[in-house]
């Protein structure tokens, strides 16, 4: 599948958000996932594809990734920074389950690690173009307060924000801060290894695996 790039917009520090006309015949939901291919000269060890999850909603006009860039930064990531309005990229079709449960009476935690925010965004947006109430707990955590991303549409939505600034992710301190229990679900997103290392430690808890649902970001060893 094709999809045309309109512009970029800065989200927050390190942070870029690439915006895409909508091809007619895209269907996705809330926090699912695309490969993008970027054929370009001399690639990196990283190669010419990656996993994007879209941070737009379905509600939206146009579908957007928000990526985080670092010093040097892959030639992939180059390669997308060098896109000129109207030109076309290939996608795979959208997949995945990180996605919403449909019973809107169970109350979530968000667990967003870093760039792992990107399908919360896609969620919040979604609900509060929709006009549906959700009981909601973001834990936001980031290496730095300026690399907080789409604090606006959260707030608007309603959703109770903690963040997290410089240290360390853990299940005890999701426990701690967000106080779940057996009712809640737990959303977890963010660099794999963080990920991983979160899962294991909600099985020394009485926390069921059934109530965790995670999402992967490669290519990030920390937040």
């Known amino acids: 599948m094709k999809i045309t790039y309109t512009r970029s917009e800065k989200t927050a520090k390190n942070i870029i958000t690439f915006l895409f006309k909508t091809p007619q015949n895209l269907k ?3 926090g699912q996932f695309i490969e993008i291919n970027l054929p370009h000269s001399n690639p990196d060890k990283l190669g010419t594809k990656r996993w994007f999850t879209l941070s737009s909603s ?3 006009d146009l ?4 990526t985080k ?3 040097p930064c892959s030639t992939f990531k180059n390669t997308l920074l060098k896109l000129e ?7 795979s079709d959208p997949m995945g389950d990180f996605v919403l449960p449909k019973d809107t009476t169970i109350p979530l935690v968000f667990v967003a690690g870093g760039i792992g925010v ?5 969620m919040i947006k979604s ?4 006009k549906i109430p959700r009981d909601i707990t973001l834990l936001y955590a980031a290496k730095d307060s300026a690399e907080l991303a789409f604090l606006d549409i959260f707030s608007t939505y309603g959703t109770k924000i903690i963040k997290l600034i410089a240290q360390p992710l853990s299940a005890k ?5 967000t106080s779940p229990n057996h009712s809640h679900r737990i959303y977890i997103s963010g660099p794999e290894p963080v990920v991983q290392s979160i899962v294991e430690q909600f099985k020394q808890t009485s926390i069921s695996e059934d109530q965790l649902v995670t999402d992967y970001f490669s290519g990030y060893s920390k937040i």
């Open 85 to 91: 309005p109207n030109q076309e990229i290939n996608i």
């Open 58 to 60: 379905p509600t939206e």
């Open 63 to 66: 579908i957007s990734i928000t």
């Open 173 to 177: 301190t999701i426990i701690d801060l």
């Open 127 to 130: 609900l509060l173009d929709s």
């Open 28 to 30: 996705y939901l809330p």
């Open 118 to 122: 990107t399908p919360y965004r896609s």
């Open 69 to 71: 860039f670092s010093v």
